[in-house]
């Protein structure tokens, strides 16, 4: 079964890089299956999904954050990864990567808070 | 755009009754999918990450209690969870799978027990 977990710094400064990272255990992200995700939840907001990777290199990106995501995939150490420039307090969020497949986002790691503060 | 429209925001229902929450899609979804009607639906917990309940707007994910069961087709879909207890207290969205390379969910429909 598959496990994903997300790391990254917790808190960031406004007009910085966010930098988020998915360690995908359980399985490869080389499986053919799967595009892998990142969803986030802002504060009393719901659900955003801000892009998806498949491990060829094909990435969709929310139009509304294209300019600012960078999403890769790294097949040696087994984990994709966001990156989010220009970041303001309305970026504060969980950030959630999930595997989706056409059926939907069926595993999800635990969420890691990003706070967006001086 | 899809944008996804769920009604209401938040609902209380006692033990033992029905819950019935509501997703407008808009426009219709059904020819811009490639599959079945691609609506599924999520359950998130407090502390938790969603959770896929439904997919192909009817089809229920492994483990999913039957009674869950989600219908509709077009512009209109609904969720339906039948004898609710006290575990189905969560936020339910709907999302739209039908014109990658875009995900769009609902607002998000907050369930309480009254």
């Known amino acids: 079964q598959l496990q994903l977990q997300e790391s990254g710094p917790g808190l960031v400064m406004p007009s910085e890089t966010l930098s988020l990272t998915c360690t995908v255990s359980g399985g490869s992200v080389r499986s053919s299956t799967y595009y892998w995700a990142w969803i986030r939840r802002p504060p009393g907001k719901g659900l955003e999904w801000i892009g998806d990777?498949?491990?060829?290199?094909?990435?969709n990106y929310n139009p509304s954050l294209k300019s600012r995501a960078t999403i890769s995939v790294d097949t040696s150490k087994n984990h994709f990864s966001l990156k989010l420039s220009s970041v303001t307090a309305a970026d504060t969020a969980v950030y959630y990567c999930?595997?989706?497949?056409?059926?939907?986002?069926?595993?999800w790691g635990q969420g890691t808070l990003l706070t967006v503060s001086s | 755009d899809i944008v996804m429209t769920q009604s209401p925001d938040s609902l209380a229902v006692s033990l033992g009754e029905r819950a019935t929450i509501n997703c407008k899609s808009s426009?219709?979804?059904?020819?811009?999918?490639?599959?079945?009607?691609?609506l599924s639906w999520y359950q998130q917990k407090p502390g938790q990450p969603p959770r896929l309940l439904i997919y192909?707007?009817?089809t229920r994910e492994s483990g999913v209690p039957d009674r869950f069961s989600g219908s509709g087709s077009g512009t209109d879909f609904t969720l339906t969870i039948n004898n609710v207890q006290a575990e189905d207290v969560a936020v339910y969205y709907c999302q739209q799978f039908s014109t990658p390379p875009v995900f769009n969910f609902g607002q998000g429909t907050k369930l309480e027990i009254k």
């Open positions: 192909w707007t009817s």
């Open positions: 999930a595997s989706q497949t056409h059926l939907g986002f069926d595993y």
């Open positions: 990777i498949y491990y060829t290199g094909i990435i």
């Open positions: 426009p219709n979804i059904l020819h811009s999918c490639n599959y079945k009607n691609c």
